[in-house]
């Protein structure tokens, strides 16, 4: 059992229950806003100890707000309600264009985010396992184009991820300084 407190009740809430043995392998709840304290219940259906192999705890102050690490998300613009989308036309190829679609709940449209270290994320397609990138040939310049490239280790591949507020978030490219602007 995955239980939140909910303190305008006053009392637990449950997320999640579970009573199949084995039932539980990989589970991320998603909370409501504010909350603060979380408590998971283990039973074993043998009898015995309950063996728990991975246990990640995260900090539960603003969870609604939290990017986790290795997690996959859609991106989708606040303005437009379109999803950031890796063009399907050759979707393994170094240089394909990220564009915004309608969203049709493709591996296309969604993102595993890694951190890569002092506050910034790399931003991975599921599909082709590579990198949103910035071009290269002139990233200082407004509008400058965004494509996916095989992971280098570069500037150009780094973004920080900042809560904007309203569950919006601004996305920054590590070598321009510049936004994420669909």
């Known amino acids: 059992v995955v239980q939140y407190w909910d303190a305008s009740a006053s009392k637990w809430r449950d997320i999640f229950t579970s009573r199949k043995p084995m039932g539980l392998t990989k589970y ?3 909370y409501p806003v504010n909350t603060t304290k979380v408590r998971l219940y283990i039973h074993s259906t043998a009898g015995g100890p309950a063996k728990i192999k991975e246990f990640r705890a995260f900090n539960t102050e603003n969870m609604a707000n939290t990017i986790v690490s290795g997690s996959t998300y859609a991106i989708t613009n606040k303005l437009s309600g379109k999803s950031v989308s890796l063009d399907g036309s050759s979707p393994y190829s170094d240089g394909q264009n990220i564009y915004q679609w309608g969203w049709v709940n493709s591996s296309l449209q969604k993102w595993t985010v890694e951190d890569v270290g002092s506050g910034y ?20 310049a407004d509008a400058q184009n965004i494509y996916q490239w095989g992971w280098v280790n570069s500037d150009l591949q ?21 936004c994420v602007s669909l």
């Open 28 to 30: 991320m709840p998603t």
């Open 121 to 140: 994320y790399k931003i991975t397609n599921v599909l082709s396992g590579k990198c949103m990138s910035l071009d290269g040939s002139n990233p200082y």
């Open 158 to 178: 780094k973004w920080k991820i900042e809560d904007a507020g309203n569950g919006c978030y601004k996305i920054t490219n590590k070598f321009s300084g510049k």
